[in-house]
């Protein structure tokens, strides 16, 4: 299941959060804080600290991922960031051609932050470009202007970053089709090598949901669902391949960390809130920044949540995961990997085909369609509870004969 250098050594993600920002945009739900910026040097402290303390788990492993997300990872400075890449090639074996990514939004990414970043190591940045009209930008709040991404991409080509991706996101409020068409030819323009493009979710607890409670209107499912089907065919216009659901690249530049997320590879997380699947477990810190300082620096909790993963349960990811990417499925995976009948998710997935939701190639890999991707937690679900009951099925004899020998 696992990729392995000729070495033996296993393959290694590293994920590093960082949780400040400048300002909190409404839709966003994920751990961030602005106005924190006094904790920066305590947290770097706990950062380095805990770096070093995982480092002698993951000796065997070779690191060939890792990726700083947000948060505004640039917002931590690049001196900071700098100093944490050096002590992970300090601590860990990472490889000559790892991918190491650093998301970015444009109003603190200026060339010389680019060009310090780059010669430092780091070989490709995520930019939270979001939107190509202003009045959208505006009603999310976003820190930046389309000039600024505009400057930005620049910035970042002068510094010699050749793997560049920008984040997208349709569904915002005031947001037509005409106005996600203009957001995504203006993408274009600027040539980037990746392209996420997410569909809005309002989140609950965040300012865009108690928007949308006092009655603010979003584009509904449909209007999304038209959005995203036109943006896949244009971007495959284009030249740029979707390997998963939200995500397009230009050949070669399919983004590695990511793939390991949906391709159940391990990954160690570091930050409050980040998430770890390694050594058979999956465990998150605690989301809080000062609780994640204390624990390391002082020893306090840091767990918010451990579990180790059965064969079943990983079944289960391998469907749900895989069936995210455009690489899919395929008997014989699931079959080595897990010990399961496929052939009641192959009778489901060929009546998904006939609907247009699902499709065989050649090699006998099953995997979504554009269309089959707008309806994918539902198809998903569908053949998770298949799933289930083909392993229950399975348990009954033993079961009932376990029930018989004691009578």
């Known amino acids: 299941m696992r990729d392995r250098q000729t070495d033996g050594g296993e393959k290694l993600g590293i994920y590093i959060h960082i949780p400040f920002c400048r300002s909190k945009c409404d839709y966003c739900d994920f751990y961030s804080l602005a106005g924190q910026e006094g904790r920066m040097d305590s947290y770097q402290k706990a950062l380095l600290a805990h770096l070093k303390e995982t480092a002698p788990m993951a000796?065997?492993?070779c690191v060939d991922t890792i990726y700083f997300g947000g948060g505004t990872p640039s917002w931590y400075g690049a001196k900071r960031l700098r100093e944490l890449l050096k002590a992970i090639k300090k601590n860990y074996k990472v490889e000559k051609d790892a991918e190491i990514t650093f998301e970015t939004n444009p109003d603190?990414?200026?060339?010389?932050?680019?060009?310090?970043?780059r010669r430092a190591g780091f070989n490709r940045v995520s930019f939270g470009f979001q939107s190509a009209c202003p009045g959208e930008l505006e009603l999310i709040h976003r820190p930046h202007t389309v000039e600024q991404g505009d400057e930005a991409v620049a910035a970042a080509r002068k510094a010699k970053l050749n793997n560049l991706s920008l984040d997208l996101i349709y569904g915002l409020p005031?947001?037509?089709?005409a106005s996600w068409q203009e957001t995504v030819e203006?993408?274009?323009t600027l040539e980037p090598e990746h392209l996420s493009c997410y569909g809005l979710k309002v989140e609950e607890g965040t300012p865009l949901a108690a928007r949308a409670a006092a009655g603010e209107v979003l584009p509904d499912d449909d209007a999304q669902a038209d959005m995203y089907l036109w943006m896949v065919e244009r971007l495959r216009q284009a030249g740029y391949e979707q390997y998963e659901i939200s995500?397009?690249?230009?050949?070669?530049?399919?983004?590695?960390?990511?793939?390991?997320y949906w391709q159940l590879r391990p990954y160690i997380g570091f930050g409050p809130a980040a998430h770890s699947d390694f050594g058979g477990k999956r465990y998150a810190w605690v989301r809080d920044l000062e609780g994640y300082i204390t624990g390391v620096l002082e020893g306090g909790e840091l767990l918010d949540s451990q579990d180790l993963i059965p064969e079943g349960e990983r079944g289960c990811e391998y469907l749900m995961l895989g069936l995210r990417t455009v690489h899919g499925i395929e008997e014989w995976e699931y079959r080595g990997r897990y010990f399961m009948d496929f052939a009641p998710i192959e009778a489901r997935l060929e009546e998904f085909q006939t609907r247009g939701w699902a499709e065989k190639v050649a090699g006998g890999r099953w995997h979504l369609t554009p269309g089959g991707f707008l309806v994918s937690n539902q198809l998903i679900g569908d053949l998770l509870e298949r799933q289930?009951?083909?392993?229950?099925d399975a348990l009954l004899p033993r079961v009932q004969a376990r029930y018989q020998g004691k009578q």
Do not use: C, I
């Open 59 to 61: 000796r065997s492993f």
């Open 108 to 117: 603190s990414a200026d060339f010389k932050t680019l060009r310090v970043l």
């Open 174 to 177: 005031g947001q037509t089709m």
């Open 186 to 188: 203006h993408a274009l």
């Open 247 to 260: 995500n397009f690249a230009k050949p070669g530049f399919a983004s590695r960390h990511n793939l390991r």
């Open 388 to 392: 289930e009951k083909v392993r229950l």
